[in-house]
């Protein structure tokens, strides 16, 4: 599919250590254009899949599939940090091998709804403020636990004192968290050292290649029996000009441009209208 500038989706590769707000100013540069955002924001020291979209279509990321989301990890046997990764080492240990078997068992065991802390270096809200900020200024707060979803985890390699593996989880899961509860299930201490995210949903690097958007789109498409030009010019909608009239969000399709409605008790409002393919 072609896209102009204006309106571009694709996957860019970030690189550690770098945040994910400099890489986007970076793409901006690179691309020349003014509107641009990304989706699912990546830790500084880890790398890989981000979802980019220019002009419209930054709008659309709260519609994309862009769950389950697979990751590669490494976990530093004998480290310790704050912040659950390499950014925050506060000291670095020297630890007998573990035996093979039990790391393979271990990893391989966290599957299914998994019980976590976040880490304390999180965008968590706390008290209207980032935990990363509390943390970073040594404020005193307790993060609930919450629920993450480990659809598939696999066991890499282990070459002491590095534990790889790959995880494929749901939507807010911290996989330094989980590199944690796998050391504490080994009796160790640990830190992740590498993490690249390789994918979310469909979405994976193909060199920045342009997507079309109605493919990740998570919406049923209803059909409209209206003209195009109504819709195009934003006009009032009835429900009788609409197949489905169950209340819910739907895409609405045309040659050139898409439109998102919402349709609720028998009214038809737009979500987003007028997005051009």
């Known amino acids: 599919m072609s896209q102009s500038l ?9 690189p550690i250590n770098m945040s994910s707000n400099s890489f986007l ?22 790398c890989g899949c981000l979802i980019v ?18 990751y590669k990890a ?19 240990d020297l630890i007998d091998s573990l035996d093979s078997l039990k790391i393979i068992d271990t990893v391989n065991s966290f599957v299914g709804d998994i019980e976590y802390v976040p880490p304390k270096f999180s965008a968590k809200w706390v008290d209207g403020k980032r935990a990363y900020d509390l943390a970073r200024d040594d404020v005193e707060f307790e993060l609930k636990k919450s629920i993450m979803n480990i659809s598939n985890i696999k066991f890499i390699s282990y070459s002491h004192p590095f534990i790889t593996f790959e995880a494929e989880v749901s939507e807010g899961s911290y996989i330094r968290s989980l590199a944690q509860l796998i050391c504490d299930k080994l009796n160790v201490k640990g830190t992740l050292s590498y993490l690249e995210r390789l994918n979310e949903g469909k979405f994976v690097y193909m060199d920045e290649q342009a997507l079309n958007p109605l493919e990740f789109i998570d919406l049923p498409v209803n059909e409209y ?3 195009k030009e109504w819709m195009y010019d934003g006009k009032k909608l009835g429900i009788d000009y609409f197949k489905d009239k169950n209340d819910g969000e739907y895409l609405v399709v045309f040659d050139d441009f898409f439109s998102i409605i919402q349709i609720q008790n028998e009214q038809v409002d737009y979500i987003l209208n007028k997005v051009l393919l």
């Open 6 to 14: 204006d309106n571009r989706l694709f996957v860019a590769k970030k």
């Open 25 to 46: 100013h970076r793409i901006k540069k690179r691309y020349k254009v003014k509107k641009a955002g990304f989706s699912g924001t990546l830790d500084l020291f880890a």
């Open 53 to 70: 979209a220019f002009g419209q279509y930054p709008k659309l990321f709260r519609f994309l599939q862009k769950t389950p989301k697979s």
């Open 74 to 92: 490494v976990i530093w046997l004998g480290a310790q940090s704050e912040s659950f990764d390499i950014e925050n080492v506060t000291s670095i």
């Open 225 to 227: 029996y209206g003209t």
